[in-house]
């Protein structure tokens, strides 16, 4: 099992930063991808990024590419967000996710992450 813990999400104004962590803990070793997800009311979750544990090797979804940063810090179990110019259309909860998807066939899929945190509302006023 591996247990993820979010934190960083708020209240913030368009063109804010935020930064988001995921502390991992247990069998982390059991798992190659760290990914964050987000769902808007009404919405369906959404991939915004992922990141191989051992390569680093990245992939961000076009809404946020350009503006987020993935990253992770293997000492600390912790994968970060870093969120620039935020917009009002982010406004969601994130979502940190663990798993082994395949990389180039199912890193954007919810459905191959298998542990998830409880997530952390991040809300961008206008």
């Known amino acids: 099992q591996v247990q993820l813990v979010e934190s960083g999400g708020g209240l913030v104004q368009a063109g804010d930063s935020l930064r988001l962590s995921c502390a991992a803990s247990?069998?982390?070793?059991?798992?190659?991808?760290m990914g964050w997800f987000r769902q808007a009311p009404g919405k369906e979750r959404e991939f915004i990024a992922t990141i191989n544990w051992s390569a680093g090797s990245t992939d961000y979804a076009d809404s946020v590419k350009g503006r987020f940063t993935i990253s992770r810090d293997n000492a600390k179990n912790t994968v970060y967000l870093q969120m620039n110019s935020l917009k009002p259309e982010d406004t969601a909860v994130y979502y940190c996710?663990?798993?082994?998807?395949?990389?180039?066939?199912?890193?954007?899929?919810?459905?191959?992450?298998?542990?998830w945190g409880q997530g952390t509302q991040v809300t961008v006023s206008s």
């Open positions: 996710a663990a798993g082994n998807p395949l990389w180039f066939t199912s890193r954007w899929s919810s459905g191959s992450y298998d542990y």
């Open positions: 247990g069998r982390t070793f059991s798992t190659q991808l």
